[in-house]
């Protein structure tokens, strides 16, 4: 009988032995319950418990933020949690395991009665904005992959930046550009450095919004970027202006080579004004400092369109500086432009709160020469007197537009030999232009070769230099007589 009770007795405890050894071995269902951007460093203490201001609890029933570029750690707290066998990210970007720590030395160092496992989170730069799902041991987090926000376009003081192309401009000075007031404009001779100087703005120095360049995600540490067409143009006649969301530029009289045209050819710059950037991830806690990712890098470049025909760009730069984009002229555009245009670059759809631009490109004068008839001859010259004709590269202006013209002399010839005037001036209303030459038929004149330049004013002065006027030299060909229609005999009348 006494058998029979211990057997029976038994029989009642190895099932619940048994159940308290599976309790032991695998606890119950785990369940997280805050999630902090940056771990405890191991040996440290929590500043504060862990449910005190956490990046995310899990009540707030929404993912995890998490910018595009975080390559760090987080950490998440819950009972259980710390037995994880392993993380993983289902989306972009991949997670790890990387310790667990149990809830009686989080108890110790003050971080609360918990578990917590820290993992290890990478999201590329470039990655667009979506969701993914974390997921470890047992349970899963939503996850929302964030860039940063545009908040607005604007043209970048960096297109004041650049050494003068004279060869004997100072070198750029050190530092980041300051902030100035106004607008922003080339200042003739000075140069323009990564420091701002005379040579950014026409007193204050450069301004410099949006662009980080470095990994903190400070504003306030703006990239030195290649040499732009502001920080040279003045040296040569022209003038850079950047008034809001207007870059104008006022191009010089002349396009020459060795100097003109590698100034005209450098970029101008414009960047995106970007928001916050964080997520729930990154900062300090107790030894541990996680810089956030760099905006410039994890911005998804905005695209333009417009007529930018002549123009290279707009083109994004390269990491880090991926908040920027530069455009340019082409040599072709640069050596013959004449007039003005202006070229709007309106942001595609679907780039967010990126902003309309406006590029002025004008030069003074505002019109030149295009084609130039009636020299040279086309045949015997038959008179004096000979009209000459041209049309402009723009439409003429209301009021028309004054021409000058000259002649000038080839291999020793004198036009004041051989002409009754060597120059002149007229107003064209139309979209022909004409005047007359008139040879004096003087001896050593005929055969002779002339220059004949034709130009448009600038402040009441002729402009005889490309791309503005034209010139055509010419042979004058001696004075024919003009050929008479062949003699037709007519038939006799009879007497």
Same mark, same amino acid.
């Given at each position: 009988?006494?058998?029979?009770?211990?057997?029976?007795?038994?029989?009642?405890?190895?099932?619940?032995?048994?159940?308290?050894?599976?309790?032991?071995?695998?606890?119950?269902?785990?369940?997280?319950?805050?999630?902090?951007?940056?771990?405890?460093?191991?040996?440290?203490? #929590?500043?504060?418990?862990?449910?005190?201001?956490?990046?995310?609890?899990?009540?707030?029933?929404?993912?995890?933020?998490?910018?595009?570029?975080?390559?760090?750690?987080?950490?998440?707290?819950?009972?259980?949690?710390?037995?994880?066998?392993?993380?993983?990210?289902?989306?972009?970007?991949?997670?790890?395991?990387?310790?667990?720590?149990?809830?009686?030395?989080?108890?110790?160092?003050?971080?609360?009665?918990?578990?917590?496992?820290?993992?290890?989170?990478?999201?590329?730069?470039?990655?667009?904005?979506?969701?993914?799902?974390?997921?470890?041991?047992?349970?899963?987090?939503?996850?929302?992959?964030?860039?940063?926000?545009?908040?607005?376009?604007?043209?970048? %003081?960096?297109?004041?930046?650049?050494?003068?192309?004279?060869?004997? !401009?100072?070198?750029?000075?050190?530092?980041?550009?300051?902030?100035?007031?106004?607008?922003?404009?080339?200042?003739?001779?000075?140069? #323009?450095?990564?420091?701002?100087?005379?040579?950014?703005?026409?007193?204050?120095?450069?301004?410099?919004?949006?662009?980080?360049?470095?990994?903190?995600?400070?504003?306030?540490?703006?990239?030195?970027?290649?040499?732009?067409?502001?920080?040279?143009?003045?040296?040569?006649?022209?003038?850079?202006?950047?008034?809001?969301?207007?870059? &104008?530029?006022?191009?010089?009289?002349?396009?020459?080579?060795?100097?003109?045209?590698? #100034?005209?050819?450098?970029?101008?710059?414009?960047?995106?004004?970007?928001?916050?950037?964080?997520?729930?991830?990154?900062?300090?806690?107790?030894?541990?400092?996680?810089?956030?990712?760099?905006?410039?890098?994890?911005?998804?470049?905005?695209?333009?369109?417009?007529?930018?025909?002549?123009?290279?760009?707009?083109?994004?730069?390269?990491?880090?500086?991926?908040?920027?984009?530069?455009?340019?002229?082409?040599?072709?555009?640069?050596?013959?432009?004449?007039?003005?245009?202006?070229?709007?670059?309106? %942001?595609?759809?679907?780039?967010? !709160?990126?902003?309309?631009?406006?590029?002025?490109?004008?030069?003074?004068?505002?019109?030149?020469?295009?084609?130039?008839?009636?020299?040279?001859?086309?045949?015997?010259?038959?008179?004096?007197?000979?009209?000459?004709?041209?049309?402009?590269?723009?439409? &003429?202006?209301?009021?028309?537009?004054?021409?000058?013209?000259?002649?000038?002399?080839?291999?020793?010839?004198?036009?004041?030999?051989?002409?009754?005037?060597?120059?002149?001036?007229?107003?064209?209303?139309?979209?022909?232009?004409?005047?007359?030459?008139?040879?004096?038929?003087?001896?050593?004149?005929?055969?002779?070769?002339?220059?004949?330049?034709?130009?448009?004013?600038?402040?009441?002065?002729?402009?005889?230099?490309?791309?503005?006027?034209? &010139?055509?030299?010419?042979?004058?060909?001696?004075?024919?007589?003009?050929?008479?229609?062949?003699?037709?005999?007519?038939?006799?009348?009879?007497?």
């Amino acid at each position: 009988m006494r058998i029979d009770r211990n057997a029976n007795l038994a029989r009642m405890l190895i099932p619940a032995l048994a159940l308290a050894g599976f309790a032991w071995s695998a606890p119950a269902h785990a369940e997280w319950e805050t999630v902090h951007g940056a771990p405890i460093e191991p040996g440290k203490s #929590c500043p504060s418990p862990h449910e005190r201001d956490p990046k995310l609890r899990n009540s707030d029933n929404r993912p995890l933020d998490i910018p595009a570029g975080f390559s760090n750690e987080i950490e998440i707290y819950g009972h259980g949690v710390d037995l994880s066998p392993s993380a993983t990210l289902a989306g972009p970007g991949t997670a790890h395991r990387e310790r667990g720590v149990g809830g009686g030395e989080n108890g110790a160092r003050g971080c609360g009665n918990i578990g917590s496992l820290v993992v290890k989170i990478k999201v590329p730069y470039g990655t667009p904005p979506g969701t993914a799902t974390l997921n470890f041991g047992s349970e899963s987090m939503p996850v929302r992959i964030i860039t940063p926000s545009i908040l607005r376009t604007e043209w970048s %003081p960096q297109t004041m930046q650049g050494r003068s192309t004279l060869g004997n !401009g100072p070198a750029p000075a050190q530092g980041a550009p300051g902030t100035p007031t106004g607008p922003i404009t080339s200042t003739q001779g000075q140069g #323009c450095g990564p420091g701002g100087g005379p040579g950014c703005n026409s007193s204050t120095g450069a301004v410099s919004t949006g662009g980080t360049g470095s990994g903190s995600g400070s504003l306030d540490d703006p990239p030195r970027l290649d040499d732009a067409l502001g920080g040279c143009i003045d040296d040569i006649g022209g003038r850079a202006t950047i008034a809001g969301a207007i870059l &104008t530029i006022d191009m010089p009289p002349g396009r020459g080579d060795a100097i003109e045209m590698p #100034c005209l050819t450098r970029p101008v710059y414009f960047n995106v004004v970007m928001g916050e950037y964080r997520g729930d991830v990154g900062g300090f806690r107790a030894g541990m400092i996680q810089p956030y990712p760099d905006r410039g890098k994890a911005v998804i470049p905005p695209r333009y369109s417009g007529n930018t025909s002549g123009l290279t760009g707009p083109t994004a730069l390269v990491d880090p500086n991926r908040d920027f984009q530069s455009i340019r002229m082409t040599a072709d555009l640069a050596r013959t432009f004449v007039g003005e245009r202006r070229i709007t670059l309106a %942001p595609a759809s679907g780039s967010g !709160g990126a902003s309309a631009l406006t590029l002025v490109i004008r030069t003074d004068p505002g019109n030149g020469i295009r084609n130039v008839e009636g020299v040279p001859f086309g045949g015997p010259r038959t008179s004096a007197r000979f009209e000459v004709r041209f049309d402009f590269a723009q439409s &003429t202006r209301a009021g028309g537009e004054q021409v000058f013209w000259r002649l000038r002399p080839v291999g020793g010839s004198n036009p004041g030999t051989c002409f009754v005037a060597t120059t002149g001036g007229l107003t064209v209303s139309g979209a022909i232009g004409r005047f007359t030459l008139e040879a004096t038929e003087r001896a050593g004149c005929a055969d002779a070769s002339f220059a004949l330049d034709i130009g448009p004013s600038r402040a009441g002065a002729a402009v005889f230099q490309a791309p503005f006027a034209r &010139t055509v030299t010419f042979p004058l060909p001696a004075l024919s007589a003009p050929s008479l229609p062949p003699r037709v005999d007519l038939p006799r009348r009879p007497n």
